[in-house]
T-cell receptor, first 114, second 119 residues
């Protein structure tokens, strides 16, 4: 079964600073998708960013960008200019190859300090 | 776009009763819907996958007779917790996805979740 590792259970960042969340995964597939979701205290899962493995260019969505290292099976999320509203649990989730299933990491709690 | 709703948001029921949770895709046709369970401070655990018009596929260890899933239309899936017991208390989340395949949609969009408390 595919495994996902988010090695840091918690991180904190000062408002307006930059923070990077790490994620590594295991897959035997060559073509797949990777996602970051955030879950604020409301518990609504919100899509942050998505990366297609066949694309060499790292995905970017406004203040959120990824560093996708396919050979290393690493998919880190960088949040620039952190805002108080970024405080949430962040989940890394590869789309399991050959199926429709997301495989979630254990999550990482991000605190943003004013 | 890609809005998914869930109803109810919170439900309290007595042990032994059944509870139905609805998941709707509001602005797209969901060929596939997923049901997850989340315990406090833990990650999401996939319970089952349902495709419109066919039987749901349950993950290992999930009792299909206890968690009945119906995906009768392209915008609605329901999860019924039958004969609920206190250990079924949890946060249940659904997600929906459009048509799959290259150029198609693979992203799952999540509902806001349902908090179930069984007394």
């Amino acid at each position: 079964a595919q495994t996902v590792t988010q090695s840091q259970p918690e991180m904190s960042v000062q408002e307006a600073e930059t923070v990077t969340l790490s994620c590594t995964y295991d897959t035997s597939e060559s073509d797949y998708y990777l996602f970051w979701y955030k879950q604020p205290p409301s518990r609504q899962m919100i899509l942050v960013i998505r990366q297609e493995a066949y694309k060499q260019q790292n995905a970017t969505e406004n203040r959120f960008s990824v560093n996708f290292q396919k050979a290393a099976k690493s998919f880190s999320l960088k949040i620039s200019d952190s805002q108080l509203g970024d405080a949430a649990m962040y989940f890394c989730a590869p789309l399991q190859g050959g199926s429709e299933k997301l495989v979630f990491g254990k999550g990482m709690k991000l605190t943003v300090n004013p | 776009g890609a809005v998914v709703s869930q109803h109810p948001s919170r439900v309290i029921c007595k042990s032994g009763t059944s509870v139905k949770i609805e998941c709707r895709s509001l602005d797209f046709q969901a060929t596939t819907m997923f049901w997850y369970r989340q315990f406090p401070k833990q990650s999401l655990m996939l319970m089952a996958t349902s495709n419109e018009g066919s039987k749901a596929t349950y993950e290992q260890g999930v009792e299909k007779d206890k968690f009945l899933i119906n995906h009768a239309s392209l915008t609605l899936s329901t999860l019924t917790v039958t004969s609920a017991h206190p250990e079924d208390s949890s946060f249940y989340i659904c997600s929906a996805r459009g048509s799959p395949g290259r150029g198609g949609e693979v992203t799952q969009y999540f509902g806001p979740g349902t908090r179930l408390l069984v007394l």
